[in-house]
């Protein structure tokens, strides 16, 4: 039954994702999977996969960590490239986070149980989720194509979650708009303020000429860009244990964005590979942000769910190692759409 509790939980999260919710709050559903009534250590390593799975969401479009690298990072790169560009290495994530689950259930003799996987069965989940995960595919594919920009797509989300949610699903009700509404108004102002307050100090740097005499100083290092990538992604792996990524993004990205088209790189590349190093923060410790909320909802030591973490964490570095490696797997499916 672990095996295939590990594996939809993984599923369920990369749908999560494309449904396009925050890494923060794709935790919380998750959680109630790892709430029966099973020894304490086969509950501390689900929740680990509930962590690691949770990290899909910011690299599976829509993301929320893509919008705002392409705000802060201007013109140099779109929304939807960003969008694109995550789709094969968020594929490749989850088939690896699947293997791994399996891997350790095998080890340790995780006996397979519950109900068998058929089509009949799955066919019937989807047609009942059928609206619900086409709201992706009507997001992205309008921001994609060009019919709508990102803010336009939001817009159009919310609708189409209203529609369904009052028209179709009804498990939402007049009553329930006040707190939804003042819950998403409490989300968009932290975020608002977090950029509110990091367009000064961007205003600050720009006027001190802080990026180009960055840039001037670290050419004086090295004029490789591949250099130049590899200590980006060394200083970021050191910012993600002790910076949230939000304001890493706010803070780091309009200093480096620049810098990365002066040596020549790829902007799309240098831009997924920045998020994506910061998304791997938020499970390398000592400030890792989805241990602290697995932590906080379920009760459970931070230290127990982070040791049986580490194979997940050691994999998307492994995939980070590869993206830069073969940037194709960011780049390839993008260019094949116009970007």
């Known amino acids: 039954m672990f095996n295939i509790l590990r594996r939809h939980t993984i ?13 923060f ?13 099973f020894s304490p250590t086969f509950i501390t390593t689900i929740r680990a996969v509930i962590a690691a799975a949770a990290n899909l969401g910011p690299i599976i479009p829509p993301s929320n960590a893509m919008i705002v690298y392409a705000l802060m990072a201007g013109s140099s790169v779109s929304v939807g490239a960003l969008f694109i560009a995550g789709l094969i290495p968020g594929l490749i994530l989850t088939l690896g986070f699947m293997a791994i689950a399996s891997y350790i259930s095998w080890r340790r003799g995780y006996v397979l149980s519950g109900d068998p996987v058929s089509f009949p069965n799955v066919w019937y989940h989807f047609k009942r989720a059928g609206l619900i995960i086409s709201m992706p595919i009507v997001v992205v594919g309008g921001i994609v194509g060009g019919v709508f920009t990102a803010t336009e797509g939001a817009a159009i989300a919310v609708l189409y979650a209203s529609v369904i949610g009052f028209g179709v699903t009804r ?84 200093i480096f964005a620049p810098i990365a ?19 791997i923060g938020m499970m390398t410790p000592p400030v890792g942000v989805l241990f602290f909320v697995m932590s906080g909802v379920t009760g459970e030591r931070i230290e127990r769910i982070i040791s049986e973490s580490w194979g997940y964490v050691g994999f998307q570095f492994a995939v980070l190692v590869l993206c830069v490696l073969f940037p194709s797997l960011v780049t390839w499916l993008p260019r094949q759409m116009g970007f």
Not at 261 to 273: A, K
């Open 11 to 23: 599923a369920y999260a990369y749908l999560l994702g494309l449904i396009g919710v925050l890494c």
């Open 171 to 254: 498990k939402i009700t007049v009553a329930d708009l006040p707190r939804v509404l003042f819950r998403s108004a409490v989300t968009a102002s932290m975020v608002g303020a977090l950029i509110a307050f990091a367009a000064t100090i961007t205003f600050v740097f720009t006027i001190d000429m802080v990026p180009l005499r960055l840039s001037q100083w670290i050419q004086t290092l090295t004029q490789d860009p591949m250099v130049f990538l590899v200590l980006v992604m060394l200083l970021l792996v050191l910012v993600g244990m002790v910076l949230e990524s939000n304001a890493a993004y706010i803070m780091l990205v309009p």
């Open 25 to 37: 709050a794709a935790t919380l559903p998750l959680t109630a999977i790892a709430l029966a009534d």
């Open 261 to 279: 088209v002066t040596y020549g790189l790829d902007p799309l590349w240098f831009g997924f590979l920045f998020m994506f190093n910061l998304v």
